[in-house]
């Protein structure tokens, strides 16, 4: 039994949907995972301190 084009296709779709779906999953874990919480703060204060405007 060989693959045929059409049979190489949708393996191909099917795998790249489930693929890119645990990939999203993942990164939706990871961002709101409850550890991770104080670095994305953190990130997302760091260019509104005053020592760092580079109009100085």
Do not use: C
Not at 10 to 18: D, V
Not at 27 to 38: C, E, G, M, Q, T
């Amino acid at each position: 039994m060989g693959f045929d084009h059409d049979t190489t296709v949708w393996f191909s779709k099917t795998f790249g949907l489930f693929y890119l779906m645990a990939l999203l999953l993942g990164v939706v874990v990871y961002a709101y995972w409850p550890s991770n919480k104080k670095r994305f703060d953190q990130a997302a204060q760091s260019i509104l301190h005053e020592e760092e405007r580079p109009w100085r």
